[in-house]
């Protein structure tokens, strides 16, 4: 028997598929449940065995669907073959029947989950593969499978909430047109804050100062950098402002209030959708820093993160395993 490929865009009305090479199952072989973490930065595969046994873990590269599908099949290969090496499993080892669960940046994109599964790749081994964003399977891996949310505050902002079979996303919509309370966030604004210092539009601070000092005090160095810098660049700044705002710079003090009231209103947004009080899980390197500037609404649901994103992803794949006609 044969279990489909479960192409979950997010948003409710998911769709299944079965391209042919997939077509393939033999229930008296032994299993592999791979689950694949897949940002735009870095991809983390975890492979383990039929009783849930970690064989190993494996990192490559990005893995955006939507700017390189191609590409993204080549990093998710990367980080399986990593992860197979470290339990001495040969990539095209044949008497194993695998099983995929995928969160990938780029799936808010259907034409690029389509595009994704359609073309050739070296994965095509899959008995059954399970799509969704790499958010999605962060919220899954920190609830263990239950209902909950995150917020994850990195570089950018995206939070993801499961009530059954409800999924809620708010944020994410990219920089700068979005990602409030992130690190490129806090980054620009304190960026804006040192050109409105130098052009004599506001008073200086040591906030200001010290982004300058980023710079070894070469204003023309600084201006250059500026123009060219993206998200990354100015998130590169929030740790400053975090530095500044523990020793209770006013400056840096008001931007890490604004930041945190910007996940309060995410927060919000999350809670006016839920039919039953759920818990939070705050993930990203920005959201320790932020965490005691948060409302009392969000930090009296918060709770540590049971799993991570890759252990999410497994456990997707798990699901739909079994809430299909298959029964492996």
Same mark, same amino acid.
């Given at each position: 028997?044969?279990?489909?490929?479960?192409?979950?865009?997010?948003?409710?009305?998911?769709?299944?598929?079965?391209?042919?090479?997939?077509?393939r199952?033999?229930?008296?072989? =032994?299993?592999?449940?791979?689950?694949?973490?897949?940002?735009?930065?870095?991809?983390?595969a975890?492979?383990e065995?039929?009783?849930?046994q970690?064989i190993?873990?494996?990192?490559?590269?990005?893995?955006?669907?939507?700017?390189?599908? &191609?590409?993204?099949w080549?990093?998710?290969?990367?980080?399986i073959?990593?992860?197979?090496?470290?339990g001495?499993?040969?990539?095209? !080892?044949?008497?194993?029947?695998?099983?995929?669960?995928? #969160?990938?940046?780029?799936?808010?994109?259907? /034409?690029a989950?389509?595009?994704?599964?359609?073309?050739?790749?070296?994965?095509?081994?899959? +008995?059954?593969l399970?799509?969704h964003?790499?958010?999605?399977?962060?919220?899954?891996?920190?609830?263990g499978?239950?209902?909950? &949310?995150?917020i994850?505050?990195?570089?950018?902002?995206?939070?993801y909430?499961?009530?059954? @079979?409800?999924?809620t996303?708010?944020?994410? $919509?990219?920089? =700068?047109?979005?990602? /409030?309370?992130?690190?490129?966030?806090?980054?620009?604004?304190?960026?804006?804050?040192?050109?409105?210092?130098q052009d004599?539009?506001d008073?200086?601070?040591?906030?200001?100062?010290a982004?300058? !000092?980023?710079f @070894? #005090?070469?204003?023309?160095r600084?201006?250059?950098?500026?123009?060219?810098?993206?998200?990354k660049?100015?998130?590169? %700044?929030a740790?400053?402002?975090?530095?500044?705002?523990?020793?209770? /710079?006013?400056?840096?003090? +008001?931007?890490?209030?604004?930041?945190?009231?910007?996940?309060?209103k995410?927060?919000? &947004?999350l809670v006016?959708?839920?039919?039953?009080?759920?818990?939070?899980?705050?993930?990203? #390197? %920005?959201?320790p +820093?932020? /965490? =005691? $500037?948060?409302?009392?609404?969000l930090?009296?649901?918060?709770?540590? +993160?049971?799993?991570?994103?890759?252990?999410?992803?497994?456990l997707?794949?798990?699901?739909a395993?079994?809430g299909?006609s298959?029964?492996?």
């Amino acid at each position: 028997m044969i279990i489909a490929v479960g192409v979950l865009f997010p948003r409710p009305s998911s769709t299944l598929c079965l391209p042919p090479y997939l077509q393939r199952d033999n229930t008296t072989m =032994p299993k592999l449940w791979i689950g694949i973490d897949g940002g735009a930065t870095k991809t983390i595969a975890r492979v383990e065995d039929g009783h849930g046994q970690l064989i190993g873990l494996g990192r490559s590269g990005s893995a955006n669907i939507r700017w390189d599908a &191609a590409g993204a099949w080549e990093s998710i290969q990367g980080a399986i073959a990593e992860a197979l090496n470290q339990g001495e499993i040969a990539w095209d !080892d044949s008497q194993y029947q695998w099983y995929c669960g995928a #969160g990938l940046a780029g799936t808010q994109v259907p /034409e690029a989950c389509e595009h994704f599964l359609q073309i050739q790749h070296p994965c095509n081994r899959f +008995a059954g593969l399970k799509l969704h964003s790499d958010g999605y399977i962060s919220c899954l891996g920190a609830h263990g499978g239950q209902d909950g &949310a995150v917020i994850a505050i990195g570089t950018g902002v995206v939070a993801y909430q499961i009530e059954g @079979e409800t999924v809620t996303r708010v944020s994410g $919509w990219g920089f =700068p047109q979005g990602d /409030e309370g992130s690190g490129a966030w806090l980054g620009l604004q304190a960026i804006r804050q040192t050109f409105q210092w130098q052009d004599g539009r506001d008073e200086g601070s040591p906030l200001t100062t010290a982004i300058l !000092d980023r710079f @070894e #005090g070469d204003f023309t160095r600084f201006m250059v950098w500026a123009n060219d810098a993206t998200s990354k660049d100015f998130a590169a %700044i929030a740790p400053i402002v975090i530095n500044q705002a523990q020793a209770q /710079e006013p400056r840096a003090v +008001a931007l890490m209030q604004q930041a945190a009231q910007e996940i309060d209103k995410i927060w919000s &947004a999350l809670v006016s959708k839920q039919r039953q009080p759920l818990n939070c899980s705050l993930l990203g #390197g %920005i959201a320790p +820093a932020l /965490e =005691p $500037w948060l409302g009392e609404s969000l930090r009296s649901r918060l709770v540590p +993160a049971q799993q991570d994103a890759a252990q999410g992803a497994i456990l997707m794949i798990r699901q739909a395993v079994k809430g299909s006609s298959f029964k492996p």
